[in-house]
């Protein structure tokens, strides 16, 4: 028995006489619809011009079209319930230790990655305020709410860490000043410091060096597409939308010359169609350049362009995911693990007891991100569920116990003799829910 819903995007059966991996030619996204004039750019919302009233939770289907950053930022339901503007229960976390905020307009993000519930091509049928991200819906809350909030409860906040997500508008550069200003004028850095998840697109070096200035402490860049292919096929011109490869690198260099080493980091989906060897190469040179990789499972996420695609199989993204931690943080090179011919590990390149030893540990399996105030590999930024149901967990958001530990050996094909994994016990009433 288990008190998880069902869900049906789940990944395939591993190795169920099919592939272990998402490969590049199934992981194709549909082709954007037409949106009609009467929706375009938040009309609807502008139309029935309603005033806001304080807190929205998604679906109160209140069009308002002042409800916009600086003014408004929409935040994660796990920010809403730790911050307690929203009621609700995570399996397996008390809190959140991140406080995700993102920046809103009527108009939304004027960008269609396919991946992604806010892109642009979905203004035909729900509004920005009402958009699913990351799996989950994103209530829009006054900012200087939340400031209050934060600031009243000075070193005993729950969270370790602020991010500003900034999405691509042309208010979005001027506005995440705004916010950032508005924050480290009420809260110190040192007590919950800032990351910027940054829209490279409208940027240039000098507002990277403006968001130092005022306080940010890391700055990451959402490549998301491990490949160049990949990314102009899920986030260029494969679906209309503004992104390029080479800007994104422009200002990933920006960010490591300006925030400097352990500083700033890269976003990348993994299972968009890269092999292993292409997305631990990518990891290897951020590392080679001073910074971190954040990794994200490929969902496919309800509304978005590739939501008839397969989530990442569980064996790939966990040799994945145990590979970026010994890259990251183990000082393990790429160069020194062994690919097999569609480019999957098969060889780690360290000594078997010490990969035991690592991943027994299973930080490894945690959610990655920018680090909270626990130890540098721990990230804040647990975003639970962000890539995964509950009932077949992806990034974990808490530490792994002893039977999530035998689930994820038996995803790598590692279980120990006489410590085998039992279908769902992870998921046993008592245990988390
Ligand atoms: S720019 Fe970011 S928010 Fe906008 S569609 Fe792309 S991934 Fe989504």
Same mark, same amino acid.
């Given at each position: 028995?288990?008190?998880?819903?069902?869900?049906?995007?789940?990944?395939?059966?591993?190795?169920?006489?099919?592939?272990?991996?998402?490969?590049?030619?199934?992981?194709?996204?549909?082709?954007?619809?037409?949106?009609?004039?009467?929706?375009?750019?938040?009309?609807?919302?502008?139309?029935?011009?309603?005033?806001?009233?304080?807190?929205?939770?998604?679906?109160?289907?209140?069009?308002?079209? !002042?409800?916009?950053?600086?003014?408004?930022?929409?935040?994660?339901?796990?920010?809403?319930?730790?911050?307690?503007?929203?009621?609700?229960?995570?399996?397996?976390?008390?809190?959140?230790?991140?406080?995700?905020?993102?920046?809103?307009?009527?108009?939304?993000?004027?960008?269609?990655?396919?991946?992604?519930?806010?892109?642009?091509?979905?203004?035909?049928?729900?509004?920005?305020?009402?958009?699913?991200? @990351?799996?989950?819906?994103?209530?829009?809350?006054?900012?200087?709410?939340?400031?209050?909030?934060?600031?009243?409860?000075?070193?005993?906040?729950?969270?370790?860490?602020?991010?500003?997500?900034?999405?691509?508008?042309?208010?979005?550069?001027?506005? %995440?000043? %705004?916010?950032?200003?508005?924050?480290?004028?009420?809260?110190?850095?040192?007590?919950?410091?800032?990351? @910027?998840?940054?829209?490279?697109?409208?940027?240039?070096?000098?507002?990277?060096?403006?968001?130092?200035?005022?306080?940010?402490?890391?700055?990451?860049?959402?490549?998301?597409?491990?490949?160049? +292919?990949?990314?102009?096929?899920?986030?260029?011109?494969?679906?209309?939308?503004?992104?390029?490869?080479?800007?994104?690198? *422009?200002?990933?260099?920006?960010?490591?010359?300006?925030?400097?080493?352990?500083?700033?980091?890269? !976003?990348?989906?993994?299972?968009?169609?890269?092999? *292993? !060897?292409?997305?631990?190469?990518?990891? /290897?040179?951020?590392?080679?350049?001073?910074?971190?990789?954040?990794?994200?499972?490929?969902?496919?996420?309800?509304?978005?362009?590739?939501? !008839?695609?397969?989530?990442?199989?569980?064996?790939?993204?966990?040799?994945? /995911?145990?590979?970026?931690?010994?890259?990251?943080?183990?000082?393990?090179?790429?160069? /020194?693990?062994?690919?097999?011919?569609?480019?999957?590990?098969?060889?780690?390149?360290?000594? +078997?007891?010490?990969?035991?030893?690592?991943?027994?540990?299973?930080?490894?399996?945690?959610?990655?991100?920018?680090?909270?105030?626990?130890?540098?590999?721990?990230?804040?930024?647990?975003?639970?569920?962000?890539?995964?149901?509950?009932?077949?967990?992806?990034?974990?958001?808490?530490?792994?116990?002893?039977?999530?530990?035998?689930?994820?050996?038996?995803?790598?094909?590692? *279980?120990?003799?006489?410590?085998?994994?039992?279908?769902?016990? +992870?998921?046993?009433?008592? +245990?988390?829910?």
């Amino acid at each position: 028995m288990t008190c998880l819903k069902r869900e049906v995007a789940l990944p395939g059966p591993a190795k169920a006489g099919g592939l272990d991996h998402n490969a590049f030619d199934i992981m194709l996204p549909r082709a954007p619809g037409l949106t009609p004039v009467e929706a375009k750019n938040g009309q609807r919302v502008k139309t029935a011009n309603v005033p806001p009233e304080g807190v929205y939770l998604p679906n109160n289907n209140r069009l308002a079209p !002042h409800m916009r950053s600086p003014d408004y930022v929409q935040m994660s339901t796990a920010a809403a319930i730790t911050l307690g503007v929203m009621p609700g229960k995570m399996y397996g976390c008390g809190c959140t230790r991140c406080l995700n905020l993102l920046l809103t307009y009527p108009e939304g993000c004027r960008a269609n990655c396919a991946y992604c519930g806010l892109a642009r091509h979905r203004e035909a049928d729900r509004d920005y305020a009402d958009r699913n991200f @990351i799996r989950v819906n994103w209530p829009a809350v006054p900012l200087g709410q939340i400031i209050d909030k934060v600031s009243s409860d000075g070193p005993a906040t729950p969270f370790h860490r602020m991010c500003i997500s900034m999405i691509t508008h042309p208010r979005s550069d001027a506005d %995440t000043l %705004t916010v950032l200003k508005a924050w480290t004028d009420r809260i110190d850095p040192a007590t919950v410091p800032v990351s @910027i998840l940054s829209n490279p697109t409208t940027m240039t070096a000098e507002d990277v060096g403006r968001l130092k200035d005022l306080g940010a402490d890391i700055f990451t860049v959402a490549l998301d597409a491990a490949t160049p +292919e990949i990314f102009d096929r899920t986030r260029g011109k494969g679906v209309a939308s503004p992104h390029s490869w080479s800007k994104y690198w *422009e200002i990933l260099r920006a960010a490591r010359d300006i925030f400097g080493p352990q500083k700033f980091g890269a !976003h990348i989906i993994v299972g968009m169609g890269e092999t *292993e !060897h292409d997305v631990l190469t990518l990891v /290897q040179q951020i590392v080679d350049m001073g910074g971190h990789s954040h990794m994200f499972c490929f969902f496919p996420e309800k509304g978005s362009l590739m939501d !008839h695609l397969p989530a990442t199989p569980r064996d790939q993204w966990r040799r994945v /995911q145990l590979a970026r931690y010994l890259i990251d943080y183990a000082q393990v090179r790429v160069e /020194q693990m062994r690919f097999d011919a569609a480019g999957r590990v098969v060889d780690f390149g360290i000594p +078997e007891f010490e990969l035991d030893t690592i991943i027994d540990k299973g930080i490894a399996f945690r959610t990655s991100g920018c680090p909270g105030k626990i130890q540098q590999d721990i990230s804040a930024c647990d975003r639970p569920y962000g890539d995964s149901p509950a009932s077949n967990i992806a990034s974990y958001p808490f530490q792994p116990g002893a039977a999530d530990l035998r689930k994820i050996r038996r995803q790598l094909d590692r *279980e120990k003799p006489g410590d085998t994994y039992s279908e769902g016990e +992870e998921l046993e009433i008592g +245990e988390r829910c």
